[in-house]
T-cell receptor, first 114, second 112 residues
C-alpha cells in the first residue's frame, strides 16, 4: 500500500484551465503538505495543514487553493493555470507539526501547462 | 532569513569513489537535520536524520552524515558509491516553530 498517494501522476493542460490534484495518506498522520518542485529541482513548501486546519500558507498566488476534507486528504485546486505553474507538485505528510518528524512524500504530480 | 545551502550542484563520480556532499544552514539554536534522496522519476525519501546525541548519524544504504555545530554543517558521506546512488540529494533543516527548509539539491551521477 502506498503511504502517500496522489493523482494524477501526469497532467498536461492548456493555459487558463482549472485543475485539481488529489492526495491521500494512510499513515494516520495529522499534518499534510503541498510542495512545488520547479525545473531546477528547487523544492519549496506551498501549504501545510494540521488536522484539517491551514497552518502554513506561503506566498502562493491565490489561484492555488488547498482543501482538506479530513486529515487524511489534502487536495490542491489550481485556477486559471499559467505557463509558470508547470512543475512537479509533491504531497507529503508527517505525524504532526513537530519539527523533528520525518516527512513522507507522495510520488509527485507532473503538471505541464501548454 | 533562514537558509540551507548545498554548494555542490552537480557531482560526477566513478563507482567506488568516496562521496561527500556539503550542507550548511543559517539557523541558531536547536535544529533537526535531514538528508533526503530523490531517485530519477521518484519521490523524495529519507536517508537519515539528526536530532541530538551522537553527531555522526548513520542512514540507509551505507550513507552517514556528521553534524558539526560550530560550522553549521551537516555533510553527507559515503565511502564507496555505486551506480545505483545516482540521484538528487536534498539537505533539510527544521526548527521549533519553523517549517522544513530544503536546500537546492545536489545532483549526483555515478559512472559505471
Amino acid at each position: 500500500d502506498t503511504a502517500v498517494s496522489q493523482t494524477p501522476k501526469y497532467l498536461v493542460t492548456q493555459m487558463g484551465n482549472d485543475k485539481s490534484i488529489k492526495c491521500e495518506q494512510n499513515l494516520g498522520h495529522d499534518t499534510m503538505y503541498w510542495y512545488k518542485q520547479d525545473s531546477k529541482k528547487f523544492l519549496k513548501i506551498m501549504f501545510s495543514y494540521n488536522n484539517k486546519e491551514l497552518i502554513i500558507n506561503e506566498t502562493v498566488p491565490n489561484r492555488f487553493s488547498p482543501k482538506s476534507p479530513d486529515k487524511a486528504h489534502l487536495n490542491l485546486h489550481i485556477n486559471s493555470l499559467e505557463l509558470g505553474d508547470s512543475a512537479v507538485y509533491f504531497c507529503a505528510s508527517s505525524q504532526d507539526q513537530r519539527p523533528g518528524n520525518t516527512i513522507y512524500f507522495g510520488e509527485g504530480s507532473w503538471l505541464t501547462v501548454v | 532569513a533562514q537558509s540551507v545551502s548545498q554548494h555542490n550542484h552537480h557531482v560526477i563520480l566513478s563507482e567506488a569513489a568516496s562521496l561527500e556532499l556539503g550542507c550548511n544552514y543559517s539557523y541558531g539554536g536547536t535544529v533537526n537535520l535531514f538528508w533526503y534522496v530523490q531517485y530519477p522519476g521518484q519521490h523524495l525519501q529519507l536517508l537519515l536524520k539528526y536530532f541530538s546525541g551522537d553527531p555522526l548519524v548513520k542512514g540507509i544504504k551505507g550513507f552517514e552524515a556528521e553534524f558539526i555545530k560550530s560550522k553549521f554543517s551537516f555533510n553527507l558521506r559515503k565511502p564507496s558509491v555505486q551506480w545505483s546512488d545516482t540521484a538528487e540529494y536534498f539537505c533539510a533543516v527544521s526548527q521549533e516553530g519553523y517549517k522544513y527548509i530544503f536546500g537546492t539539491g545536489t545532483r549526483l551521477k555515478v559512472l559505471a
